[in-house]
């Protein structure tokens, strides 16, 4: 089952194989994991987000995989749209709490890992401190190598749209870590 | 070159790895789908139920708050008609009828021409062109 192809995992589970399932976990369980913590910041979300990712995978049987696309970029398009309806529900509720208890945020702010070296949590504070709708964009191209058409197709914009949205979000993080540019 | 940069800083942002429960809880969650299903629909119901009692406190509240505001403006209303009733009657009522007779340093002196009439005296008649004046 290791040896199957991408493909060949998502015809077993479209048959229902949970085997197939397993294997296809296994085999992109970081990359997901990877990507969701970085878009949302806190590891512990991210592995929930990833487990509805695969969970949504088994249950929809793979609808809107098209087999001449990657696997990878509809993995991520499910999780980036998991992802960024939790982000909006977060907002929400933290919108709520400061209108009802009128106190900060009325959330307990749970920052990135603090491991990891100097350089590494300024650029994981600069990434929490762009908006979601810039930040998605700019992960998904730049670290996880999809395609603007891809990335499009994940967040629901068009390709003009991604490639602004990633000029913008560059532009952002330029300014927030500016020295570290330079070294 | 800070494009460049930037983009090296990203690139060496390091890879998560996931526990190694990781697949088995997956499955898990699996075989547990329909209970999360309902306990979703139990969150979604409840936060429904909660919302229709804010909503029908708010309408209940603005209710009470029409209805005071309603018998506060039918008071007015009806102190108004109440002031407008003793206008009319007052303006029913005949004018008063006063002569001036004249006056000494101690009072001036006018006849009631009501108070004669009610007595069953004698009106004075108006002076015109054709008259020398008089009582009837």
Known sequence: MDAASDAELMVGIQAGDRAAFGALVARHQDGVLTYLARLTGER????????????????????????????????????????????????????????WLGNGDGHAAVGPPEDGGEVQRAIRAGLQGLPARLRAPLLLVELEGLSCGEAGVALGVRVGTVKSRIHRARAALAQALGPLLER | MGEDRLGELLRGLPAERAPADFTGRVLARLDARPGAGSTRLRRRLALGLLAAGVLAAALLLWTGREAARRSELRAELDSLRRETQALERALARPRERLVYLGEDERADYVMDLGQVEAAGGVLPVPLTAGSQGGVL
């Open chain 1, 44 to 99: 512990a979300r991210a592995e929930d987000l990833a487990q509805d990712t695969f969970l949504r995978v088994w249950r929809q049987a793979g609808a809107g995989y098209q087999e001449r696309g990657r696997l990878r970029a509809y993995l991520l398009k499910v999780a980036t749209r998991l992802a960024l309806t939790e982000l909006r529900r977060e907002a929400r509720r933290r919108w709520l709490a400061r209108l």
